[in-house]
């Protein structure tokens, strides 16, 4: 069983730098994809950042210009966010995601990480 944890939550400056990680523990066979998702009370959760093991990146539109992707490894967990110059309208709880596998694939979610920015 694969058990992912996000790391680097909490009280953001406005206007300051966030950075999260996600490790993760268990047997992963095949890396598909990677990313975050965030999610506030009464909505829906977002994409926030993906990364599949070819490279390609993908960010969610709120975020586009302020937010990396990143991991250590091409093949390798633990993978990171970094959001510069957040705002409060970034606050939400933060969850890691893995898909694992490539034509038979299953998913995987961190237990999420509350960011709140401050006003």
């Known amino acids: 069983q694969v058990r992912l944890v996000e790391s680097g939550g909490g009280l953001v400056q406005n206007g300051g730098s966030l950075r999260l990680s996600c490790a993760a523990s268990g047997i992963i066979y095949t890396l598909n994809t990677m990313g975050w998702y965030r999610q506030t009370p009464g909505n829906q959760r977002e994409l926030v950042a993906s990364?599949?093991?070819?490279?390609?990146?993908?960010y969610g539109e709120s975020v586009k210009g302020r937010c990396t992707i990143s991991r250590d490894n091409a093949k390798t967990i633990p993978f990171y966010l970094q959001m510069n110059s957040p705002e409060p309208e970034d606050s939400a709880v933060y969850y890691c995601?893995?898909?694992?596998?490539?034509?038979?694939?299953?998913?995987?979610w961190g237990q999420g990480t509350q960011v709140t920015v401050s006003s």
């Open positions: 990364l599949t093991l070819g490279g390609t990146a993908n």
């Open positions: 995601y893995l898909k694992t596998g490539i034509s038979l694939t299953r998913d995987y």
